[in-house]
């Protein structure tokens, strides 16, 4: 079992910048895989980023690519979703999630690959 907990969510002006942690607890078999997700109300949820915590390396969806990055720090079992130039249309509410076996490329933003999910942490960008 994994357990995920989403902090650093908030409210920000366009053009500002966020951080959100994901501090990871329990088995550290189950975190093949972490990622970031976000959904709108109404909308479905989507994938922003993902890192393959074996050997750090990352995807992003092409809306976020040179803004947000994704890192992680295995000394405290934490994911971090660095958010830079912030635009109203990335508000949402943003969950971590974590893979508990290998990934094929084509599954890596699709919710469903990830067994575990943190409760979420709201972002809100004004204009």
């Known amino acids: 079992q994994v357990q995920l907990v989403e902090s650093g969510g908030g409210s920000v002006q366009a053009g500002g910048s966020l951080r959100l942690s994901c501090a990871a607890s329990g088995s550290t078999l189950g975190r093949y895989r972490m990622a970031w997700f976000r959904q709108a109300p109404g909308k479905e949820r989507e994938g922003v980023a993902t890192?393959?915590?074996?050997?750090?390396?990352?995807t992003y969806a092409d809306s976020v690519k040179g803004r947000f990055t994704i890192s992680q720090d295995n000394a405290k079992n934490t994911v971090y979703l660095q958010m830079n130039s912030l635009k109203p249309e990335d508000s949402s509410m943003y969950y971590c999630a974590a893979a508990s076996s290998p990934v094929l490329a084509w599954r890596r933003m699709s919710p469903s690959t990830y067994a575990y999910w943190g409760q979420g942490a709201q972002v809100t960008v004004s204009a």
């Open positions: 890192i393959f915590t074996l050997d750090g390396s990352t």
